[in-house]
């Protein structure tokens, strides 16, 4: 799809403060990678220049770094530059309230206040209300939608993020965003990335869960936050149809995996084929043909790594497994580098609590412990604590990085003792 262009108008403008505001928010996870780093060393400089490129609309996405990730599941990950996630954050802090008011209650994913714990009891309080506090018969009904990031429609989604902006967003920079909302669903990260790792890290990896084997037009790279929030947005007109045409009152999705609940069987059966003819007409989606799952409630349900059974909630077996799984893997990259460096330390205790972060909310001290004492190389606690109540770890002691946007960043911090505040840089850009 191309982008009408209407030079004579007047596309507006993003304030100064809107970008720094975005890259603060974007800095808060992200100040260990080298990109980051790098930005960080001149970030006054750096801002200025995007904010003057976003302006003049000589904006273009820069160079991703793509990798392949084992954990969850298998996947393939593309990692924007730095900047370019200032501008995603840019998009997302002027739109996401909007998205919000349109957003049902029961989609679960990256929503402030929602998320994994939120859905799973939202599914259990679904069991409980239909079953009459498990006095009579319901039945659930899961599906997922088969490679979703891989298959979502460019084309339909930049059309409907256009009528929504044009709709809801009133502010003066309207026409901008809604360039800068096409440059980054159109720019194709498989173009122009670097490969982290190796092309045999992809061995294994389905081609229709790769941007490197998808059509034109299709899919949205995993790891960005406008994928993320975006993905939502498209799939709105799905919860729509389902809760509101299809007049379902039970009914929760994170991501593209999506719970139904209901008193009668035979309904659900019939919803089947209208859900997979909308999503196929209005959203080019398909449903996994294997994936369906219908059961009576008391046979329970798999749903965000939890099973959902009647009055108890507890981790699937799977997540014990990949738990162990990463555990091991630890093992042997501290077997192989006994002298890890301060990112790959910080990355180790990342990813185990991700994990002790989700186990926390069931009765797992007993599975977390055994894990942790037992499983676990020793030899890490030379640079992780754990905490008593195995709840998580943290990092003991950090050795240097020999890396030059390091030692440059440290080095400008020591010269002005601290940055200079957005206001006062915005004041002196200006004139102020």
């Known amino acids: 799809m191309q982008m009408e262009l209407f030079d004579s108008l007047d596309y507006g403008s993003v304030e100064l403060e809107e970008v720094f505001r975005a890259y603060y928010d974007c800095r808060k996870n992200k100040r260990r990678t080298i990109n980051a780093l790098a930005f960080e060393a001149d970030f006054e400089d750096n801002l200025i220049e995007l904010w003057k490129d976003i302006n003049s609309r000589k904006y273009t996405p820069g160079k991703s770094i793509a990798f392949i990730v ?35 209650n029961d989609s679960y994913s990256c929503r402030e206040g929602k998320g994994t714990q939120f859905g799973i009891q939202r599914v259990s309080e679904f069991i409980r209300e239909c079953s009459t506090d498990y006095s009579k018969d319901c039945y659930i009904l899961k599906m997922d939608i088969q490679s979703f990031f891989m298959s979502i429609d460019k084309n339909i989604l930049f059309k409907r993020l256009r009528e929504f902006v044009l709709d809801q967003y009133h502010e003066q920079d309207q026409l901008l965003i809604i360039e800068l909302i096409y440059k980054v669903i159109f720019n194709n990260p498989e173009d122009n990335c670097l490969i982290k790792g190796k092309k045999s890290d992809w061995k294994g990896l389905p081609k229709s869960k790769s941007l490197f084997f998808v059509p034109q037009d299709k899919g949205l790279p995993i790891g960005n936050l406008t994928s993320q929030i975006f993905a939502n947005f498209y799939l ?17 999705r994170y991501v593209d995996d999506f719970v139904i609940v209901h008193q009668d069987k035979g309904f659900l059966i019939s919803l089947i084929p209208k859900l997979r003819e909308f999503i196929k007409a209005e959203l080019n989606l398909t449903l996994h043909p294997k994936k369906i ?6 046979k329970g349900v798999k749903f965000i790594g939890a099973v959902v059974k009647p009055n108890r909630e507890y981790i699937g077996n799977r997540t014990k497994g990949k738990l162990y799984a990463k555990l091991t ?9 006994p002298n890890p460096s301060p990112d790959s330390i ?3 205790v990342a990813s ?28 890490w606690l030379k640079y992780l604590k754990i905490d008593e109540n195995m709840k998580k770890v943290e990092i003991k002691k950090f050795y240097k990085l020999n890396n030059k946007a390091i030692v440059k ?3 400008k911090k020591k010269r002005r003792k601290k940055f200079m505040k957005p206001n006062k840089l915005i004041d002196s850009v200006m004139g102020g």
């Open 409 to 411: 960043l440290k080095n």
């Open 346 to 348: 910080a990355q180790a």
């Open 236 to 252: 709105n007109f799905f919860d729509k149809f389902v809760t509101e045409t299809c007049n379902v009152k039970y009914y929760g």
């Open 352 to 379: 185990i609590n991700s994990y002790l972060g989700f186990m926390i909310h069931y009765k797992t001290f007993k599975i977390r412990k055994r894990m942790l004492e037992n499983v676990l190389d020793k030899k």
């Open 293 to 298: 799952y219908l059961q009576h409630y008391s």
């Open 70 to 104: 084992t954990e969850p599941v298998k996947r393939e990950v593309f990692a924007a530059d730095f900047r370019d996630r200032i501008v995603h954050h840019l998009i997302i802090n002027k739109l996401n309230h909007l998205f919000e008011a349109q957003f049902i």
């Open 329 to 337: 893997q630890l093992n042997k990259e501290l077997e192989k580098n």
